[in-house]
């Protein structure tokens, strides 16, 4: 097409040159007389050969070069350089032949048009568009006049386009997804994939309309979409639609669809990927994402969806509805003796239970772990309580597995829309509340919630957040207990001990922030915190000159295995220059809940060369086989047990058992809570020569303890 064009341009050109030629020729004979305007006539004739922009040669009938205009320049000749050359030395060889044809017609008197090939002056092939015209003198043919136009980029930008045809072409014919062409509603244009995808042959598609083969229920959608582009009410549009294949089966699409022309007319080009497979498997994830795999029942997301539409349904009717928050009560303590297998068909059957509880519109959730939801549509306080007690009684009856019986009870809080909150978020929260305060209550009952609820998680709420400012604006410090040698009444060690000084309301006992820090997961930057605060205040202690003492900190089971606790003690030493045997790492016999990986981090702390110890021992979890094989350095009993010591008989007896065993093991052995020099005196009896309490000293700020206890031991 565009070789057509190009061509009908240069006609047209030389259609012009030869009636201006001639209207100037008519001109001149008309004014031959007039020697002024002759001279003017001539420059016309000048300016059109002189500033045309493609080159014009005269040839003789030789071939040979007579006259050239100025842009000849563009192939990097001059003139001079062409007069009285042959035009072959500049030819192809392979087009020779043929353009000497071209000039030998042109010299008989037949204007020609051709293309070929040349050289330019450095040697580059140049594409052209020749333009031969005969030269009549006195009706006789005199030499052949040469239009020369180059069409080098024309030629190239063809030949990308032919090249880039051919490669969308083979594209489009081994694409993997289908490509479709429609005009006026039917197919017109399909590829070999989009075939194979349909189970038609390509010639049994084209000419196939919409409705032939759409899924009839996505009919609409396809037609309305089809005429948004077709009126461009839309550019390039996406969405899945289903469609018929031949033997009647159905398929999901994924289109993209844009409006072209095609063969002069509009049309909508697009391409499908078969996306039935991915549909299958996002509606197994969704069953999956929606639903608690162990139970079948909902789970917390799809509650959420499901409050969110009551609510929305409750507006409009003015209506209420419920939300119950269970908790099974001592489920842990299942799972912890008896294993995860039969903890989870003990939630199996308590699901089934629950299903008995409730109607067909109720949705039962599995919130997690062994926490349920319960929604019950339209109901009020009534509804909710009756409920509430069938699940008691129904939980009453023991679960018989594998000859056990074993009894579940519940714990329930309750809220009511809109009464309790307007929101899933606060409705769940405070039935979460109520439900707690069911467990405080004694468990095994229910609970609606109440304002005064509310308030005591605020507080908590309130004490969490300004624990974590505490973290940030260094209002934690450490105060020390100093740990004596009972023989010698020398200070060897001192526990660091946490304080939190708040700006408004002073010293904030231990026992109001640190379960609020173990609940909120704070205790573990915070534990990090005081390692390496000791360690630096223990080494500046050795700088300053004091003779070296061991500092122990407290490790609580959750900073143990939630964090890596191994690189933060490393790092502590390393930063803070202080030798390993300096630091004391106190642990809690929780830890033997999980031996194996309390085996396997104690020994990579013992490997960097610090003191481990088992902290309050005696009130906890351990067993003789596990104390066997933890890799510790020291004991640590428990005040519980020195309180009482040395006037009650089963404390004393509880004691120097625990120091014999201790010495049988190796270990050392180190008491805490000593007030009485009675408690000192039975103490090294019994073999035990380490000790801390209020006798020697409560904990104290850190400068305190460096004036009362670190400079006196410098002077001794």
């Known amino acids: 097409m565009e070789e057509i064009t190009l061509g009908v341009g240069l006609a047209i050109e030389i259609v012009l040159i030869i009636v201006t030629i001639l209207i100037i020729s008519s001109h001149l004979r008309k004014n031959s007389r007039n020697n002024k305007n002759l001279k003017l006539n001539e420059q016309y004739y000048k300016s059109l050969f002189e500033q045309n922009p493609d080159a014009i040669f005269i040839f003789d009938l030789n071939g040979k070069f007579v006259v050239a205009n100025k842009a000849v320049s563009i192939y990097g000749y001059s003139i001079g350089e062409l007069i009285d050359k042959p035009f072959a030395d500049f030819i192809l060889p392979n087009d020779i032949e043929r353009v000497t044809a071209h000039f030998n017609v042109a010299a008989e008197g037949m204007a020609t048009n051709y293309e070929c090939s040349i050289l330019d002056k450095e040697g580059l092939q140049r594409e052209i568009s020749v333009t031969n015209i005969p030269i009549f003198v006195n009706e006789q043919?005199?030499?052949?006049?040469?239009?020369?136009?180059?069409?080098?980029?024309?030629?190239?930008?063809?030949?990308?386009?032919?090249?880039?045809?051919?490669?969308?072409?083979?594209?489009?014919?081994?694409?993997?997804?289908?490509?479709?062409?429609?005009?006026?509603?039917?197919?017109?244009?399909?590829?070999?994939?989009?075939?194979?995808?349909?189970?038609?042959?390509?010639?049994?598609?084209?000419?196939?309309?919409?409705?032939?083969?759409?899924?009839?229920?996505?009919?609409?959608?396809?037609?309305?979409?089809?005429?948004?582009?077709?009126?461009?009410?839309?550019?390039?549009?996406k969405y899945e639609y289903r469609a018929l294949r031949k033997d009647n089966s159905v398929i999901t699409f994924e289109l993209y669809g844009s409006k072209i022309v095609y063969n002069g007319r509009d049309a909508i080009i697009g391409t499908v990927i078969d996306i039935t497979e991915r549909k299958n498997t996002e509606k197994m994830i969704k069953h999956m994402a929606y639903?608690?795999?162990?139970?079948?029942?909902?789970?917390?997301?799809?509650?959420?969806?499901?409050?969110?539409?009551?609510?929305?349904?409750?507006?409009?009717?003015?209506?209420?509805?419920?939300?119950?928050?269970?908790?099974?009560?001592?489920?842990?303590?299942?799972?912890?003796?008896?294993?995860?297998?039969?903890?989870?068909?003990?939630?199996?059957?308590?699901?089934?239970?629950?299903?008995?509880?409730?109607?067909?519109?109720?949705?039962?959730?599995?919130?997690?772990?062994?926490?349920?939801?319960?929604?019950?549509?339209?109901?009020?306080?009534?509804?909710?309580?009756?409920?509430?007690?069938?699940?008691?009684?129904?939980?009453?009856?023991?679960i018989t597995l594998y000859h056990h019986d074993l009894l579940v009870t519940p714990s329930i809080g309750i809220t009511v829309f809109p009464t309790h909150g307007e929101s899933f978020d606060t409705l769940i929260k405070n039935a979460d509340l109520a439900m707690y305060h069911a467990k405080s209550l004694g468990r095994n009952n229910f609970q609606?919630?109440?304002?005064?609820?509310?308030?005591?998680?605020?507080?908590?709420?309130?004490?969490?957040?300004?624990?974590?400012?505490?973290?940030?604006?260094?209002?934690?410090?450490?105060?020390?207990?100093?740990?004596?040698?009972?023989?010698?009444?020398?200070?060897?060690?001192?526990?660091?001990?946490?304080?939190?000084?708040?700006?408004?309301?002073?010293?904030?006992?231990?026992?109001?922030?640190?379960?609020?820090?173990?609940?909120?997961?704070?205790?573990?930057?915070?534990?990090?915190?005081?390692?390496?605060?000791?360690?630096?205040?223990?080494?500046?202690?050795?700088?300053?000159?004091?003779?070296?003492?061991?500092?122990?900190?407290?490790?609580?089971?959750?900073?143990?295995?939630?964090?890596?606790?191994?690189?933060?003690?490393?790092?502590?030493?390393?930063?803070?220059?202080?030798?390993?045997?300096y630091l004391e790492l106190e642990i809690t016999e929780s830890i033997t809940m999980d031996v194996e990986h309390s085996i396997s981090t104690l020994l990579e702390l013992k490997n960097l060369g610090v003191k481990i110890s088992i902290d309050d021992f005696g009130t906890g979890y351990s067993s003789?086989?596990?104390?066997?094989?933890?890799?510790?350095?020291?004991?640590?009993?428990?005040?519980?047990?020195?309180?009482?010591?040395?006037?009650?008989?089963?404390?004393?007896?509880?004691?120097?058992?625990?120091?014999?065993?201790?010495?049988l093991l190796k270990l050392k052995v180190k008491a805490e809570g000593v007030e009485t020099q009675e408690q000192i005196s039975f103490l090294l009896q019994q073999g035990c020569k380490e000790a801390q309490g209020y006798y020697f000293s409560k904990p104290i700020p850190v400068l305190e303890f460096e004036t009362k206890y670190m400079e006196k031991r410098l002077e001794s």
């Open 141 to 237: 043919i005199t030499g052949v006049y040469s239009i020369i136009k180059d069409i080098t980029q024309h030629i190239k930008a063809q030949n990308l386009l032919m090249e880039a045809e051919a490669k969308y072409r083979s594209l489009i014919e081994n694409s993997l997804v289908g490509v479709y062409i429609m005009q006026d509603g039917k197919l017109v244009y399909v590829n070999p994939r989009l075939c194979e995808m349909s189970g038609y042959k390509c010639e049994e598609l084209l000419g196939l309309s919409v409705s032939e083969f759409i899924y009839p229920e996505d009919l609409p959608i396809v037609s309305e979409n089809i005429r948004k582009r077709l009126s461009n009410e839309t550019g390039m549009i």
């Open 291 to 398: 639903h608690d795999q162990l139970t079948e029942l909902p789970n917390r997301y799809l509650l959420r969806e499901k409050v969110n539409e009551a609510i929305i349904n409750s507006r409009k009717c003015n209506c209420h509805f419920a939300l119950l928050f269970l908790d099974l009560d001592r489920f842990k303590a299942i799972n912890d003796t008896m294993g995860h297998e039969i903890g989870d068909k003990v939630l199996i059957e308590i699901a089934e239970r629950l299903k008995e509880c409730v109607s067909d519109n109720d949705i039962i959730s599995r919130y997690g772990g062994d926490e349920f939801s319960i929604l019950l549509t339209d109901s009020e306080i009534r509804r909710a309580s009756e409920v509430a007690d069938k699940i008691i009684t129904k939980l009453s009856s023991p």
């Open 448 to 581: 609606f919630f109440n304002e005064e609820l509310n308030k005591i998680a605020q507080h908590e709420l309130e004490m969490e957040v300004n624990l974590r400012k505490a973290l940030e604006q260094n209002q934690l410090v450490l105060f020390y207990q100093p740990q004596v040698n009972l023989e010698t009444n020398q200070i060897y060690g001192a526990e660091a001990l946490m304080r939190w000084i708040h700006p408004e309301k002073g010293i904030i006992p231990p026992a109001v922030f640190i379960p609020i820090a173990e609940e909120t997961g704070l205790i573990i930057p915070m534990g990090e915190w005081a390692i390496r605060t000791a360690c630096k205040e223990n080494k500046r202690w050795q700088s300053a000159g004091y003779s070296p003492i061991t500092v122990s900190v407290n490790i609580s089971a959750k900073q143990f295995f939630q964090s890596n606790l191994v690189e933060i003690v490393k790092d502590a030493l390393t930063e803070t220059g202080l030798e390993p045997r």
């Open 624 to 663: 003789l086989n596990y104390l066997r094989r933890l890799p510790i350095d020291k004991l640590k009993i428990d005040q519980s047990f020195i309180r009482e010591c040395p006037d009650d008989l089963n404390s004393n007896t509880l004691v120097r058992t625990i120091i014999v065993m201790a010495h």
